[in-house]
């Protein structure tokens, strides 16, 4: 706790902290400000909200499977503090182009033709400036802090982007959209002047020449940094994770509205108690650990998250629709299931937090600085693969008629095989080089 205060007030540690706060909480705003009102005022059957909900989550995810190589290689071999400050700029464009088509939707202004792809153009804008800006928010953290800080700042990162995800979210579902459609234009100028204090943060070697072919730079940044089978299989427990993850996001709207006949304000209750979660989990794996490097907790960790996901089906398989209309957040707490399904919920997202930060901590320090952060975009790639195949199969579901309800198993099935893969890394981790750095 004394390393996580002494880095708040630090200037190595608190621009970039905050300028990521900011970004996460601009997405959610954005996001969750679109699929809600879509959702609840725009279309009218399930099957067409959950469609919606799974193209706009796969909107967002496809630049960072397209783009990712590129960005590693710029983030490794140019100041990222620079980087860094061009995403930000560009961050407000990209929001005053979502702004206008948050506040055509909400006059009922060409809302088919004009306003909803106006919003996912800039969820796709979105999309990419967090391609860019996702390699740099890890890999800058080994460059700018002592090795007995970078566990800690890990889990601060990860801990406030989830905090920053619940700010976004509560307003997101509670306040008008015309409100959000101004508050994402805000806080990307905020943001932008925030990112102007990050230190430079210049390469470890000559910068070298980019490798443009998208197609080519993709399959030989991960092919490089998944030699290791260490590396490759914390990749690919991470992406499963986000698999999950991504399905359950996809789901929380519509099931909340046609299974739970709830309110957007409890659908955005769903989503906050989320955050909560994974910021806990996030925060309890660090203390467990005790600034050790290690994957030892994430098998159990995964395995209890798919426990929580099948009791959270089993809940919502029992829940009594409301025949007079949707519930809003006092009524629907007043339900004698409510709190178990909270708690189900919160202990998913717990479990998911105490699985995926030692595992991004794992990458950020196991593989040489000059390679960091080419290392988390192969990460980005293998994951933003995996999320749109997640997002690409929630739409096949929907599609299929299969109900939302019944979508939920396909998140515990993933646990299993993602305890599979942790339990892989586990087992490599103790019989290969070292690959538990100690931080203390």
């Known amino acids: ?13 608190l621009p970039m902290f905050v300028t990521q706060l900011l970004n996460a909480f601009n997405d959610n705003l ?48 140019r100041d990222k503090a620079r980087i860094i400050r061009i995403v ?29 792809p106006l919003m996912l153009l800039a969820l796709l804008g979105m999309g990419v400036h967090s391609t860019f ?32 995800i619940l700010a976004g979210t509560i307003l997101a579902g509670w306040i008008p959209v015309q409100w959000a459609a101004a508050g994402v234009v805000i806080t990307a100028v905020i943001g932008y002047f925030t990112s102007c204090q990050v230190p430079d943060a210049p390469p470890h070697h000559e910068p070298e020449p980019l490798d443009f072919h998208l197609i080519r ?11 290791d089978r260490r590396v490759f299989l914390a990749i690919m427990a991470i992406s499963f994770f986000w698999t999950i993850g991504t399905v359950l996001f996809v789901q929380f709207p519509p099931l909340a509205k046609n299974v739970l006949t709830a309110s957007k304000e ?12 994974v910021a806990l ?20 960790s995964v395995l209890a998250m798919g426990l929580f996901v099948v009791a959270f089906f089993l809940v919502c398989r029992a829940w009594v629709p409301h025949p007079d209309g949707l519930h809003d957040v006092s009524h629907f707490l007043a339900q004698p299931l409510a709190i178990p399904l909270l708690a189900c919920l919160l202990g998913i997202a ?11 901590a794992f990458l950020t320090t196991f593989v040489d600085k000059s390679q960091t952060s080419r290392t988390i975009a192969a990460n980005n790639i293998v994951n933003s693969f995996a999320m749109v195949i997640g997002s690409l199969i929630a739409t096949g579901l929907s599609i299929a008629g299969v109900p939302i309800v019944h979508q939920l198993l396909l998140s515990a099935v993933m646990c299993l095989y993602s305890a599979y893969l942790a339990r892989a890394l586990v087992k490599a981790e103790r019989s290969g080089a070292p690959s538990t750095v100690l931080l203390d």
């Open 1 to 13: 706790m004394t390393t996580q205060t002494h880095l708040i007030h630090s200037r190595r540690f």
């Open 30 to 77: 954005f996001k969750n400000a679109m699929v809600l009102f879509v959702v609840y005022e725009v279309y009218k059957s399930e099957q067409a909200e959950g469609q919606f909900s799974a193209v706009a989550s796969a909107v967002f995810i496809l630049p960072f499977f397209v783009l990712s190589a590129v960005a590693g290689q710029l983030a490794d071999m």
């Open 281 to 300: 989990g996030s925060i309890s794996v660090n203390a467990l650990l005790k600034g050790t490097v290690s994957a030892r907790y994430s098998p159990g």
């Open 350 to 360: 717990v479990a998911g937090g105490m699985f995926v930060v030692p595992l991004y």
């Open 217 to 227: 730079a993709s399959i030989a940044l991960v092919r490089n940094t998944s030699h």
């Open 88 to 116: 930000k700029a560009a961050e407000i464009g990209i929001m005053t182009i979502g702004a206008a088509g948050l506040l055509l939707a909400w006059q009922g202004a060409m809302v088919a033709s004009v306003a909803i």
């Open 266 to 277: 409890v659908a955005s209750l769903f989503l906050v108690i989320f955050s909560i979660g």
């Open 133 to 164: 800006f996702g390699p740099i928010k890890y890999a800058i953290l080994p460059q700018h802090l002592h090795p007995d800080e970078v566990l800690a700042g890990t889990g601060l990162v990860e801990a406030g982007t989830y905090i920053a």
